[in-house]
């Protein structure tokens, strides 16, 4: 297989579980209304075709790929293949083919097969570090990948490959990033059979490159994945810091609001009570006047007579 990524490139990558169902999708716009096809590609072999669909007929299998095995429907805007058991030989990218008029439209994913017991034993991928440091955004990665391997053990043909690709924590599909061809600049013997490539990635992070890295080595009509390079951005930190002392700041504002307005209640109650308190008191000391008055009026009177 040719893999012509580079650094810009975005290639869906599919994991599954060997033995599980694995569904692969292509979306087939509304002005599509004829053939498609769908095309295996393992690694180191060309293209071969898996199915053939047309409108509303029945799906035609090519004779290499047993029917039993799959599962092809075209819906109103995609194109789905489902391979009901994974095995092996499943593993590669699944290109879907659309003719529109004159014109063919291809989409592609690569299906990449976990837990796969009969892979090569002669390779060994290893990540530094597992876990980074968080990442400002603006600053670069550096991701550094290890490939052990027993050359004398090699059993096909051809170099290998490593590439990169990233699982988003956002749990979309995973993409090829970029591949490395094999250097032997990279490379150190470290005994007479055995060999030691480091290949490293860099990348400018931004706030959408949070996720798992993985390296992996494209070998003899398979993928050798290491166990994947935790990036983190400090973004999400410190965004949840800032939050936390907004909170804090809010609450502060709103028990000193609460406050000042208690007391600007109590206040102004008191002073109306106040103002209620005044007239009483006066009417009161007036009638008292006016008692006296009379009473004294009440003895001058007696008097005279």
């Not at 590669?92 to 796969?116: D, F, P, Q, R």
């Not at 951005?233 to 700041?249: D, G, K, N």
């Not at 504002?253 to 206040?267: D, E, G, H, Q, R």
């Amino acid at each position: 297989m040719l893999l012509c990524f580079n650094s810009d490139s975005l290639v869906p990558v599919k994991m599954v579980q060997l033995g599980e169902p694995a569904t692969l999708k292509c979306d087939t716009p509304k002005e599509i209304r004829s053939k498609v096809y769908w095309y295996r590609q393992s690694v180191g072999d060309t293209l071969k075709l898996i199915v053939t669909l047309y409108r509303d007929t029945e799906p035609v299998y090519d004779s290499a790929f047993l029917k039993s095995r799959f599962s092809a429907k075209n819906a109103n805007n995609f194109s789905k293949l489902t391979i009901l058991e994974t095995v092996q030989e499943d593993e590669g990218i699944y290109h879907c083919g659309m003719t529109a008029w004159h014109n063919l439209e291809w989409s592609g994913t690569y299906l990449l097969v976990k837990g796969n017991t009969e892979r090569t034993s002669n390779y060994i991928v290893v990540q530094q570090p597992i876990e980074s440091k968080p990442v400002c955004p603006g600053t670069t990665a550096n991701l550094q990948c290890s490939v052990l391997s027993d050359s004398e053990n090699k059993t096909c043909p051809g170099d290998d490959n490593v590439l990169w690709f990233r699982a988003g924590s956002n749990k979309s599909h995973p993409n090829i990033l970029y591949t490395h061809e094999n250097r032997t600049d990279k490379c150190e013997k470290r005994s007479d059979h055995q060999k030691r490539c480091v290949y490293r990635f860099s990348k400018n992070v931004s706030s959408t490159d949070a996720g798992t890295y993985y390296c992996a080595v494209a070998t003899c009509g398979e993928i050798l994945s290491g166990k994947g390079t935790t990036l983190d951005t400090q973004e999400s930190s410190v965004w949840s810091q800032t939050a936390s002392t907004v909170v804090f700041l809010l609450s502060a504002v709103m028990c000193i609001s609460l406050f000042i307005t208690a007391v600007l209640i109590y206040i102004t109650k008191k002073n109306n009570s106040d103002h209620h308190k005044a007239p009483v008191l006066q009417k009161n000391i007036n009638d008292q006047k006016t008692q006296e008055v009379l009473n004294g009026n009440i003895i001058l009177i007696n008097m005279n007579f």
